[in-house]
Structures are given as C-alpha cells and as structure tokens.
C-alpha cells in the first residue's frame, strides 16, 4: 500500500482545497489570466503524477446537479400529469354525466 492510497478518500477536498488557496494566492498578488490558467493546469498536472484524479470532483459535482435538475422535473412531471388527470376526469364527468 502506498501513502497516497491514505489520501485518497479525501480527493475532492484535497483538489478543491489547493486550487483555491493557489488561486486566492495569484489574485492577491494581481496575477494576469495567462498566470492563473499556467499555474491552475501545473499545479492539476502535478496532482495527476502523484496519483490524485483532478476530474473526479468535478464529475461529482456535476452528477449531483444532474440529479438534483432530474428529480425536480420528475416532480414537475409527476404533477402536471396530475392536473391533466384531473381536467380529464373533469371533462369525461361534464360529457358522461350520468357516470
């Protein structure tokens, strides 16, 4: 078992902890944009050759915002399925009224 084995359960956080303590370090010293995106793909190259996965916290992200934008649709689904059965009943109730 290697040392980097120990740290990988905490990939995401390890990631996103250091981009954003390089970044808030380029824009205190007023770096240029070249500057931000040289360093940001050094230092996630560097992270890829020591064995971390720079990709997976933001595959995570996005499966969690896909997930959360299919459960809002399938609840707006589910209810305007409801109001067309209900103006169904409705109409079938108003043209068959001896049911």
């Known amino acids: ?22 970044n808030l370090f380029l824009v205190s010293r007023r770096s240029y944009w070249q ?25 995570d ?8 934008i299919g459960d809002i649709l399938e609840q707006f689904g589910d209810i305007i399925s409801s109001i067309f059965e209900m103006i169904k009943e409705k109409i079938l109730d108003w043209i068959f009224f001896w049911r």
Do not use: R, W
């Open 1 to 22: 078992m290697q040392i980097i084995d120990y740290f990988l359960p905490y990939n995401n956080f390890i990631i996103l902890f250091s981009l954003a303590i390089l």
């Open 35 to 59: 500057t931000f995106l040289i360093t940001n793909l050094l230092l996630l190259a560097f992270l890829t050759i020591i064995g971390f996965n720079p990709a997976k916290p933001f595959i």
């Open 61 to 68: 992200i996005i499966k969690l915002m896909i997930d959360f």
